[in-house]
């Protein structure tokens, strides 16, 4: 039993050591599109072959890795708004935009988890994502609806665009090697010079300061 419970731990901090690796590489690469399971098991310390004991594929290790992002977000969002009220949609825009922008990893992850992660993994795996996700953005939801002087309902809103908007933003501003050589050939396609923060935060604030001055008393204003 004691064997058990020593192997249990081992486990655990196995897997958290191969996420911060992977987490470390999309980092020092420019983005998760370059992390292979060959190079994450070697700064994890761990045989080429040991990670399929942890995850059963790459793609599986990543939507761990963007699992995690969303618990990551909402505490930070519940630290931003810890003991404050009566925030105003720009300031309610502003943390919701800050605490993205200190997550570029989760950014750049809500990207691939759309377009390919929750897909290549099993039904069961992709029901523990999306019960546990969820789960997050409900919390961030009320926290935010708690601080603010926006609805829920407005709040909602804010939520998915600051999640469409800031995985955008990202892939756009971390362009490949080849497009960033491109851009520095036509300087003209002034997208490239996207910057993510302020991109982002304007965005959000315009689109919150929007949601409330056009809301009717039907919305619950």
Same mark, same amino acid.
């Given at each position: 039993?004691?064997?058990?419970?020593?192997?249990? @731990?081992?486990?655990? *901090?196995?897997?958290?050591?191969?996420?911060?690796?992977?987490?470390?590489?999309?980092? !020092?690469?420019?983005?998760? *599109? #370059? &992390?292979?399971?060959?190079?994450?098991?070697?700064?994890?310390g761990?045989? +080429?072959?040991g990670?399929? *004991?942890?995850?059963?594929? @790459?793609? /599986?290790?990543?939507?761990?890795?963007?699992?995690?992002?969303?618990?990551?977000? *909402?505490?930070?969002?519940?630290?931003?708004?810890?003991?404050?009220?009566?925030?105003?949609?720009?300031?309610?825009?502003?943390?919701?935009? /800050?605490?993205?922008?200190?997550?570029?990893?989760?950014?750049?992850?809500?990207?691939?988890?759309?377009?390919?992660?929750?897909? !290549? &993994?099993d039904?069961?795996?992709?029901?523990? #994502?999306?019960?546990?996700?969820?789960?997050?953005?409900?919390?961030?939801?009320?926290?935010?609806d708690?601080?603010?002087?926006?609805?829920?309902?407005?709040?909602?809103?804010?939520?998915?665009?600051?999640?469409?908007?800031?995985?955008? %933003?990202?892939? &756009?501003?971390?362009?490949?090697?080849?497009?960033?050589?491109? #851009?520095?050939q036509?300087?003209?396609?002034?997208? &490239?010079?996207?910057? %993510?923060?302020?991109?982002?935060? +304007?965005?959000? @604030?315009?689109?919150?300061?929007?949601?409330? /001055?056009?809301?009717?008393? !039907?919305?619950?204003?």
């Open positions: 039993m004691h064997q058990r419970a020593r192997s249990a @731990k081992d486990k655990t *901090r196995r897997s958290e050591d191969l996420l911060k690796a992977a987490e470390a590489l999309a980092l !020092d690469l420019g983005g998760v *599109r #370059y &992390v292979t399971l060959a190079p994450v098991t070697e700064r994890a761990l045989h +080429r072959t990670v399929r *004991r942890y995850f059963a594929s @790459k793609e /599986e290790l990543l939507l761990e890795l963007a699992e995690r992002g969303w618990g990551q977000w *909402r505490d930070a969002i519940n630290d931003a708004v810890a003991g404050r009220s009566g925030l105003g949609p720009a300031q309610t825009a502003e943390v919701a935009s /800050e605490t993205l922008v200190a997550l570029p990893v989760f950014c750049d992850l809500l990207t691939h988890v759309a377009l390919h992660l929750e897909g !290549d &993994v039904i069961e795996r992709a029901r523990r #994502y999306k019960t546990n996700a969820f789960a997050a953005h409900d919390e961030i939801a009320t926290a935010l708690r601080a603010s002087s926006m609805t829920l309902e407005q709040i909602s809103d804010l939520l998915a665009a600051a999640i469409t908007l800031a995985s955008g %933003f990202w892939q &756009v501003s971390h362009p490949t090697p080849t497009l960033a050589a491109l #851009y520095e036509e300087p003209h396609w002034g997208h &490239v010079a996207l910057d %993510f923060a302020p991109r982002l935060n +304007r965005a959000l @604030k315009a689109l919150a300061i929007g949601l409330t /001055e056009t809301a009717t008393p !039907d919305d619950g204003t």
